[in-house]
């Protein structure tokens, strides 16, 4: 198996990827150090979006069922997955408790299973594997949907990313999640959701191995209402080694560069380096 290694400045967009990597410069002094994972793709299974209106927030810090920061998507039924990073050779890190370092949703399984096919080829050729920056697109979220550099939107409010407080991250369709959620009264959700005791509570489906693996949940949403969305469910994951504020960024279609029609969009939290004085994504 080739093993990549990878300096820090280069910043490579590792997303759904799997093999061995090495990276330089993995501290912000730029300290030489080489640090080596191996990523792993691990499935969620899918999320019903049918209002083409994704929410990508903390779930356990200010959620609100309504006014939530959103970004628009194709709509459907879409599997998101987890890039594990596996540390190889790390004297502080467990290789037992793997990083979780993007959060991944397909749009497009096919040319997704396509562009896996390719990467293996560059692979087995000794080219560089990860995302070719002309496939990227940085997203913003926002109280209205996304914007970009070619349309204007009428917003409310416009953020560069995801902002995390909780160590965690929820993805839900906006409209079943506002349909599919009791009032909120003060402090209310924290008892009946998050943590009452039992195996259903938010935090013992994340901790729980077996239901998909330890820091993931997919579950419904608390109420089913009677609507022509349906019943919503919903995703939470862990955010690579904890709070701060991350990318979110489109994958393009190899074939076409339409913004409307993505391949998928991934969240970076920054377990693999990046490098805030050169960064890989720009506006």
Not at 204 to 223: C, I, K, T
Not at 248 to 266: G, I, K, M, Q, R
Request: charged share 25%; proline share 6%; aromatic share 10%.
């Amino acid at each position: 198996m080739t093993l990549y290694t990878y300096d820090r400045r280069k910043s490579p967009i590792l997303p759904l990827s799997d093999g061995d990597y090495k990276f330089l410069h993995h501290s912000n002094n730029r300290k030489q150090r080489i640090i080596e994972y191996e990523l792993q793709s691990f499935s969620l299974g899918k999320l019903k979006i049918p209002s083409g209106q994704l929410i990508i927030a903390d779930p356990f810090f200010n959620l609100r069922r309504t006014g939530q920061l959103m970004i628009n998507c194709p709509k459907g039924e879409f599997e998101v997955f987890q890039t594990l990073a596996i540390p190889k050779n790390n004297e502080m890190e467990n290789p037992e408790c793997p990083w979780v370092s993007y959060l991944s949703i397909v749009f497009d399984k096919d040319k997704y299973e396509m562009r896996k096919l390719c990467q293996n080829k560059e692979k087995e050729k000794g080219l560089d594997p990860s995302l070719k920056r002309h496939l990227i697109n940085r997203l913003s979220l926002s109280s209205e949907g996304t914007i970009d550099d070619d349309e204007e939107f009428d917003l409310k409010e416009v953020f560069p990313g995801l902002n995390v407080q909780s160590g965690s991250c929820l993805l839900v369709d906006k409209v079943q999640f506002e349909a599919g959620m009791p009032s909120e009264e003060r402090g209310s959700w924290y008892a009946t959701l998050f943590e009452h005791g039992n195996h259903e509570s938010w935090f013992s489906f994340m901790d729980n191995p077996e239901h998909l693996r330890e820091g993931a949940a997919n579950f419904e949403l608390p109420l089913k209402p009677e609507s022509y969305l349906g019943t919503g469910n919903l995703i939470l994951s862990q955010t690579g080694k904890g709070d701060g504020r991350y990318v979110v960024f489109a994958e393009l279609n190899a074939d076409s560069t339409d913004v409307n029609n993505p391949l998928a969009y991934h969240i970076d939290f920054e377990v693999i380096p990046f490098d805030p004085i050169n960064p890989a994504l720009k506006k």
